[in-house]
């Protein structure tokens, strides 16, 4: 158990994994995870794949939010285009492994579009300008009817590298969580080298970045970039898993989720992605069994079983906003604080 | 030829001003809640909505007469106003504004949850209180509800125009969203003018929502409405009166012609890139304040 922090160099400083005990810790976790993939019911394995894929959105939707304070509504969008991206090209007989990337870049595309206008505006004009990319995504999803199908959606091909196909659950985590812990260590990568530096700055007070000599147009885009090349990923992974795609798997909803995510697990904060994933994955299944408890007294309960569902959503997001702006990250960090301390306060 | 076409565009302009003038009530409640308090309402849209189903509620199911159900809808939207600012909005002051503007997408999931959950997804008629016979001007063709619509964004806008111009408390408000320290010195109380901005927008927003249930029907999808607001509010300007009636109403035109001519796929999603032409030309719109940054 570490007491405190003694560095003696910058590299340490800044090292991922910064002490023997936390390496242990997460090897510890990762042989757990795929221990009990093995062993557990396709449930909890689909659980896990769906936590995987919006692990990396989520941590898309942060490197943009939450490290550059650029509030974007529309994250769904470029789920969407990654999605569909990925669906076509691998129809189009593209091997998955290449598809994935090329829907990445797709989006990133895309991100590159919706980025120009924040060189322009911040804040609340950049929020309405993220939200009205989302709507239009949709709606071009809904009304392209030649690629997309329509409302109808599109039935996508099972994921399949190498002629290995991994069309079942369990197949589907070993696929998914390997291209997760890279997602991970890149997004980490990133923040602690400059690009996360100057998009931290930028976040802070851009106009200081900018006599400080960070090239506020540059560093606007490639946050941008990121965080919609993460999105399509996690769009073509969650298509290739669903293996079928529609308009409504990308509303303004999908949108609310993602920044709810990143809000209730911390902005600007890798952990805090991966809580934030996690977390709004699970609170819906967990949820799901509370009609079963309610259902002889409040049959209401049951049918109306989404809006219980909203009306807590919305209610944990403003809570965590008020209350805890540091997300489960920092509760985290607060609980590791006191213990490491315990039993002194100093 | 040419005639007809005109005669068509005309048609589709008079329906289009009644939709607009709908935006431009909604855009109203936008306005004042940001003039003041200087936070963009993600929520508007639910609270419109909310507001027609209270109204609704009340005549249908307390069977209370129209003019009190009215009433009464009035003084339940403003204590639903002043209740979210006291318990969300409050907290939030000299929060930065990403905080806030997650606050109102919260409230906004919050209240449709909330109407789902009271009233379920049956669509439902308003009850009529104006004939619903369409009245024709040589020739083109209006219903009176849209008619009654235009009329009372018309008679709102102008109250609320003098109210910002001439009333103590509309001038504190103005002052209030200019600078928050220099009116607290001023003696104006920043807590009391937050509060009764929400409850006024709460009420123009029920206002709107009753109009549009009229019109259309009652259904918590409706609360979308709000978003389609953006692009009226956008282009009007954020935090002007007049802009909010000129943007939602030139909105609702523009939408219902492309609406018209190009397919209802292109009507929905021609203001949203309107909307992204404004910001990128003239984020501020067309009465809005133009905001400079001091470094």
Redesign the interface.
């Known amino acids: 158990m570490r007491s405190g922090d003694f560095k003696v160099s910058y590299k340490e400083d800044i090292a991922i994994l910064q002490t023997g005990f936390v390496k242990i810790c997460i090897a510890f976790f990762i042989i757990a995870l795929i221990g009990a993939v093995l062993v557990s019911d396709n449930y909890f394995v689909y659980i896990i794949n769906l936590c995987a894929i919006a692990t990396i959105g989520a941590l898309g939707l942060n490197l943009l939010?939450g490290f550059t304070?650029q509030?974007s509504?529309g994250h769904a969008g470029f789920l969407a285009i990654g999605a569909y991206s990925s669906a076509k090209l691998v129809e189009a007989g593209l091997p998955l492994l290449l598809a994935l990337p090329a829907a990445g870049f797709i989006a990133t595309i895309c991100g590159l579009l919706v980025g120009v206008?924040s060189l322009?505006?911040k804040?609340?004009?950049l929020?309405?300008?993220t939200?009205?990319?989302g709507?239009?995504v949709e709606?071009?999803a809904?009304?392209w009817v030649s690629l997309t199908n329509g409302a109808n959606g599109i039935t996508v091909v099972p994921a399949n590298v190498f002629g290995l196909s991994f069309d079942t659950d369990r197949g589907f985590f070993f696929l998914v969580f390997p291209i997760t812990v890279v997602a991970v260590i890149y997004a980490r990568n990133l923040a602690r080298s400059k690009p996360g530096r100057a998009w931290i700055a930028i976040r802070d007070r851009d106009?200081a970045a900018e006599t400080m000599g960070i090239n506020l147009c540059w560093y606007k885009l490639s946050a941008f970039a990121a965080s919609s090349f993460f999105g399509g990923v996690a769009g073509a992974l969650y298509a290739h898993y669903m293996q079928f795609i529609g308009p409504n798997h990308f509303e303004?909803?999908l949108s609310?989720q993602y920044?709810?995510m990143i809000?209730i697990g911390g902005l600007g904060s890798i952990l805090g992605s991966i809580f934030g994933a996690v977390f709004m994955t699970i609170l819906p299944e967990m949820l799901k069994y509370l009609p079963d408890l309610l259902r002889e007294n409040y049959p209401v309960v049951v049918e109306?079983f989404?809006?219980?569902?909203?009306?807590?959503?919305?209610?944990?997001?403003?809570l965590f906003?008020?209350i805890e702006?540091k997300g489960l990250n920092g509760i985290w960090n607060n609980a590791k604080t006191y213990w490491r301390m315990w039993p002194y306060t100093h | 030829m040419d005639s007809e076409v005109l005669r068509n565009i005309f048609q589709l302009t008079i329906s289009g001003l009644a939709v607009g003038s709908i935006y431009s009530l909604v855009a109203l409640g936008f306005v004042i809640i940001y003039k003041a308090t200087d936070i963009f309402n993600f929520a508007q849209g639910e609270l419109m909505i909310l507001g027609a189903f209270i109204c609704y509620f009340f005549i249908v199911h307390l069977h209370i007469p129209i003019f009190w159900a009215f009433l009464l809808t009035f003084i339940a939207a403003a204590i639903i106003g002043l209740v979210t600012e006291e318990l969300f909005f409050k907290p939030m002051v000299g929060e930065p504004i990403f905080s806030v503007i997650m606050v109102t997408i919260g409230l906004s999931v919050f209240l449709k949850g909330i109407t789902g959950f009271s009233w379920g997804y049956m669509i439902k008629k308003f009850p009529a209180f104006v004939s619903e016979a369409p009245v024709s001007f040589s020739g083109f063709v209006i219903s009176p509800a849209h008619l009654v619509t235009i009329i009372v964004a018309g008679v709102l806008f102008v109250i609320f125009a003098l109210f910002f111009k001439f009333s103590t408390l509309g001038i504190g408000m103005r002052a209030v969203a200019n600078d928050q320290d220099a009116s607290l010195l001023m003696g104006i109380s920043v807590r009391k003018i937050f509060g009764l901005s929400w409850a006024i927008s709460s009420v123009v927003a029920a206002i709107g929502g009753i109009l549009l249930s009229s019109i259309t029907y009652l259904h918590p999808s409706l609360g979308m409405l709000g978003i389609k607001v953006f692009p009226a509010v956008v282009l009007g300007g954020l935090d002007s009166v007049m802009g909010a009636i000129v943007g939602g109403i030139i909105i609702g035109i523009v939408e219902n012609i492309a609406g018209g001519y190009l397919g209802g796929d292109v009507k929905e999603i021609t203001s949203f890139v309107i909307l992204i032409a404004i910001l990128m030309i003239r984020p501020y719109g067309l009465f809005g304040k133009e905001e400079i940054e001091r470094v």
């Open positions: 939010t304070g509030i509504v206008p322009k505006l804040g609340l004009y929020a309405i300008t939200f009205a990319f709507f239009i709606h071009v809904n009304a106009i303004l909803y609310v920044l709810a809000i109306r989404a809006d219980i569902n909203l009306i807590l959503y919305g209610l944990i997001i403003m906003v008020i702006p």
